[in-house]
């Protein structure tokens, strides 16, 4: 029971996955109009294309959790395929000889690992599909071979949902390999292959669905907008530090030697480790994948393992045996759980996503072709289908032609793009994200192009639209101190210190910002700098807190929070401040140097030494920090 509930609460975190809203969209649809659309519905480049409906299964089962219950129902989904998949592998490894406790901690562990695929995407389905198969493919393997009929429907259900399929027949080859290998005839396997490569073309889209993850791995693999894709990185070594993911990559190998130095050699485990470890390593996106096939050897090979290690007497009663492993799911949970960007919760992280601007679109007729950040357009889709004057320029799919998405991947990776892509596709609005660190550039780049204004921002998304197409928005809308893009906010900021008129002009449209999102953490922010500047304390405060609100990992915030305490002579709540100041950004530059003057107004003189030698050594040309230590070590140190 801690076990699974361990599981279930890796699982639980907000939704920060944009592609859940086409998913939906797509599901609703189908349901809808009881058919499964065969024309390209949802985005406007690639409109009434003929194409293949990726994933339609999985969409189609997904909506009514979320017309059920929403947030919750969405929540329930996960849970669900979490419970079944894992629970296929504890089954799978109690079908291999584990009885103890040990396997429970290893399905605790790999979710863990599993955890950052957990969203709502087709792969949850999928995932359910793969450890039933290898539950039933394990009980063939000893001695159940009528399990295998199973594959059969599983490998229908596998082909729609989702365009890993393919794994179904990799797992069937490795375990009739692996009969082979134990000199049992392999002929049922191969039966069922054939069946299941049959069933397989019973789809709506015939052939053409089997070729999609062929077609990606030949071709779309190689082309510039899917290599930029974050989650299609390989797994890179600071990765996986929380979750243990590189001691599993080391121990599964490990476990399974030693398996097979003592127990005998499984050629099915080995043949599944290096696979899967050669798929998943070049690419962050199939690591659930990883995890889920790893659970039930490590589970095995991790009890055996254990079984032969001679233990303290203590630990020979059941109930200390359960109490330990339930410790144990626990405390290796603690680091992964407490990763900042999917904190425990339930619910959907709207401040990531551009509620704020589509509300304004909506509310001030903004419409046409339209050009989005990748992360934005399911939400987009979501928001305004069928309304094709507002669907986004590509959908979560990359879908449309190879110049189309040679184009789009080119305004980020070379934003100086730009004017040619405006001009060729006729653009009338840019809907930016503001979160992302790829291809930020373009925002600067919009920012300094005349033709285009900026009409709405919040800490989500940028909105601009083309002056000649939207000119009545343009006009009433556009913000002329404020921008989008990092370099513009640096040269407003700049020139506001200096000059009454322009941070008069800048508090303005600040202020306008907020009246229309509220997730505006970074106007807060701006907001409480221009207090500072003119010694508002307290303004600054109620700014600095508002957006911390918004943003509890804004940077920066809280190292502004204790200078004004130190202002206001109250160092421990500056310490405080300072503390949480460097839980979030680290030592960054300054911040022991104000830490010290805390220490200063304490009277902790010997604090304050130290805290400005830390400066100058990470600093060494902090003038101030260097002034007030010299300042310190010429005075008298208090006996």
Known sequence: MVAFGCILFTVTFRLIDSDFWQHLLVGRVIWERGAIPREHLWSWVTYGRPEVLPSWLFRAALWPFDAAGGVTGLFAWRWLTTLLAFGCAWAAARTMGARGLWPLI??????????????????????????AEVWLLERARHGKQRALWWLVPIAWVWVNAHVS???????????????????????????????????????????????????????????????????????????????GLWILIVMWPLLALWHGLRRGWDGVELATCALVTAYALPSQRFLGVYALLAAPYVGRDLEAWIAARRWPAWTASPAARASLAAATCVLIGVPEWRRPLLRPGVGIALERFPVAACDFMERH????????????????????????????????????????RAAFASAFTNPSSWPALTRRYGLDYALLDRRQRSGAELLDVVDADSAWALVFLDDAAALYVRRASLTAVADSFAFHALGGGARRLALVTRDAAAAT??????????????????????????????????????????????????????????????????????????????????????????????????????????????????????????????????????APTPH
């Open 106 to 131: 290893a399905l605790a562990w790999c979710a863990l690992v599993y955890r950052a695929r957990s969203q709502v995407r087709p792969e949850t389905l999928a995932a359910v599909l793969m450890m």
């Open 165 to 243: 399929y393919f794994i179904a027949f990799v797992l069937l080859g490795v375990h009739a390999l692996g009969t082979r290998l134990a000199r049992r005839a392999p002929a049922p396997f191969l039966r069922v292959g054939l069946a299941m490569a049959v069933i397989a073309l019973v789809n709506p889209f015939g052939w053409r669905e089997l070729w999609q993850p062929f077609d990606y791995a030949l071709h779309l693999s190689h082309e510039p907008l899917f290599r930029g894709i974050g989650e299609l990185q390989p797994v890179s070594l600071g990765t996986g530090w929380r979750d």
């Open 365 to 404: 007729g903004v419409r046409g072709r339209g050009f989005e950040h990748f992360r934005f357009v399911g939400y987009q889709a979501w928001r305004f289908w069928p309304d094709r004057s507002r669907l986004p320029f590509m959908d979560i799919h990359q879908s449309g032609s190879p110049a189309d």
């Open 501 to 634: 008129r322009v941070r008069d002009d800048l508090r303005r449209e600040l202020e306008r910002a907020l009246t229309e999102s509220r997730w505006n953490a970074t106007a807060h922010s701006l907001l409480a700098d221009l207090d500072m500047a003119e010694n508002r304390g307290r303004e600054a405060r109620a700014h600095l807190e508002r957006a911390l609100a918004v943003d509890p990992e804004l940077a920066t915030a809280h190292d502004r929070l204790g200078v004004i305490d130190l202002f206001e002579r109250r160092p421990d709540r500056a310490l405080a401040e300072f503390a949480k100041e460097r839980a979030i950004s680290g030592s960054i530059p300054g911040l022991d140097l104000a830490v010290a003057m805390a220490y200063q107004q304490r009277g902790d003189l010997t604090r304050a030494r130290r805290s400005l030698r830390a400066e100058l050594s990470r600093n060494p040309d902090n003038v101030a920090a260097r002034a007030r230590l010299d300042s310190l070590e010429a």
